[in-house]
């Protein structure tokens, strides 16, 4: 795809790659979420979530640039649930203005395409997710409820198998 790069994060992105965490968290959820809780959101959590991906060994964490400038990324790596599936992806997101272009499509077909027997988690009412993950093949597996922001909220466990 032109003009799409993948690479791995590194310590020097930790920062941008915090700021588009932070905007992707809040354009992805602010109409299914409490807006004040989104933007309090401390970057310090969010960098802090960030170091210790990058330093795990069990997990792989891509940026992915857009001529040169971070539009997104994604975290992949040892599951956390391994009755459900030996790996998981954790964080996937693209801003909101690279949408519906292929890009997350490309992406997730580049960086997934040898991997089998992974999940991921998404909250149910986040349809566009959903769409997305069922269009990559993407088969539901179970649902469950969890507690996020003093909310319950239903979530879809998406598995891939070969």
Not at 137 to 156: A, I, L, P, R
């Amino acid at each position: 795809m032109n003009h799409i790069t993948i690479s791995p994060i590194t310590t020097s992105d930790i920062w941008e790659i915090c700021l588009i965490h932070k905007l992707c968290f809040i354009e992805t959820y602010s109409d299914i979420l409490d807006k004040n809780s989104l933007i309090k959101n401390e970057l310090l959590t969010i960098e802090n979530y960030w170091n210790k991906k990058i330093n795990n060994k069990d997990i792989a964490s891509y940026k992915i640039l857009y001529n040169n400038k971070i539009i997104g990324f994604i975290s992949f790596g040892k599951s956390r649930k391994n009755t459900i599936a030996a790996y998981e992806i954790f964080t996937f997101y693209i801003l909101q203005e690279f949408h519906k272009q292929g890009i997350g499509t490309y992406v997730f077909n580049h960086l997934m395409k040898d991997k089998s027997n992974f999940y991921v988690e998404v909250f149910s009412i986040n349809k566009n997710t959903c769409l997305f993950y069922e269009k990559v093949n993407g088969k539901k597996h179970s649902v469950f409820y969890d507690m996020f922001e003093s909310k319950k909220m239903k979530t879809q466990v998406y598995t891939w198998e070969n």
